[in-house]
C-alpha cells in the first residue's frame, strides 16, 4: 500500500498534470496541515484517491476563493480527534495543530494536547480488540516531544505524541510543522515500534497492512 503525505509547503511536481503520471499508483492521500484546502482538493481530483487530514496551525477557519468559500477540502475527512478506519482497512487516528506561542488558529497547550491524545485513547483500544493493533498510522501537524521538534516555542515538540508513540506504538506517525531545507536534514527516526516520518513537502511511504487475525491461516 501506497501512501502520498503532504504538508506545509505546495510542490510543483504535485500541483501540476504531471502528478498523474508521477503518482499514479498511490493508494491514499495524508494532508498533515498548513496546505490550501484548493490544493488538497486538487490532488483528490486529479488522482481520484482518498484523503484523510489535519489541520495545521496557519489554517484559516475559511479559505476564500474567487467565487467560492471552503470551510475544509471537498472530499476530504477531516480526523482531528477521532480514530477511523479507512476503506483500504488502514486504522488512523488525528491530532491537529501546534503548542501554542500567539492568538492564531489550531494552538493548544501541551495539557490541551493531553486531552486531545486522552481522546483517541478508547478508540484505539477497540481497535485493538476488533483488528488485533491499536493503530496503523497517526496523523499529526506538530512533531512529537524531543523528536524531529526544535527549541523555539512554536516548533517544540508535544509530550502527548511522543507518549502515544511509546505505549501504542503505531507503525507510522506522519506530522508536518518542523521546515526542511537541507538535504541532510533528519526526517525519519525510529522510536521503538513506530517510524516517525516529517512529510514537509511531500513523502511517499510503503506500508503493509497487517492481516486481520481472522483471516490468518491456522
Known amino acids: 500500500m501506497k501512501i502520498l503525505s503532504v504538508s ?17 499508483d498511490i493508494d491514499m492521500i495524508i494532508g498533515c496541515g498548513d496546505l490550501p484546502y484548493y490544493y488538497l482538493e486538487f490532488m483528490i481530483s486529479m488522482l481520484n484517491k482518498p484523503l484523510f487530514f489535519v489541520r495545521g496551525n496557519h489554517a484559516p477557519k475559511i479559505e476564500y476563493g474567487a467565487d467560492w468559500e471552503r470551510q475544509f477540502p471537498l472530499g476530504g475527512r477531516n480526523i482531528h480527534g477521532k480514530t477511523v478506519r479507512a476503506p483500504n482497512g488502514l486504522l488512523l487516528a488525528g491530532v ?13 497547550t501541551q495539557r490541551q494536547m493531553w486531552m ?11 481497535n485493538r480488540m476488533r483488528f488485533g493493533r491499536y493503530l496503523d498510522i497517526l496523523v499529526t501537524h506538530a512533531p ?15 509530550k502527548a ?3 502515544l508513540d511509546q505505549v501504542f506504538q503505531p507503525a507510522y506517525h506522519l506530522h508536518g ?18 517510524r ?18 481472522s483471516r490468518r491461516k491456522k
Not at 509547503?9 to 503518482?23: G, W
Not at 486531545?116 to 477497540?126: D, Y
Not at 521538534?149 to 515538540?157: F, I, L, S, V, Y
Open 96 to 108: 491537529e495543530g501546534s503548542l501554542r506561542y500567539n492568538t492564531g488558529p489550531n494552538q493548544y
Open 8 to 24: 506545509d509547503i505546495e510542490m510543483n511536481v504535485i500541483y501540476s498534470p504531471q502528478i498523474v503520471d508521477r503518482f499514479n
Open 196 to 213: 516517525i516520518l516529517n512529510t514537509y513537502g511531500y513523502q511517499i511511504t510503503d506500508l503493509t497492512l497487517p492481516v486481520p487475525s
Open 116 to 126: 486531545n491524545v486522552f481522546r483517541l485513547v478508547p478508540g484505539m483500544l477497540l
Open 177 to 194: 510543522h518542523v521546515h526542511l531545507y537541507r538535504q541532510d536534514a533528519k526526517k525519519l527516526t525510529f522510536f521503538g515500534k513506530t
Open 144 to 158: 512529537p516531544w524531543k523528536i524531529h521538534d526544535a527549541d523555539d516555542r512554536p516548533h517544540q515538540g508535544i
Open 161 to 163: 505524541f511522543r507518549w
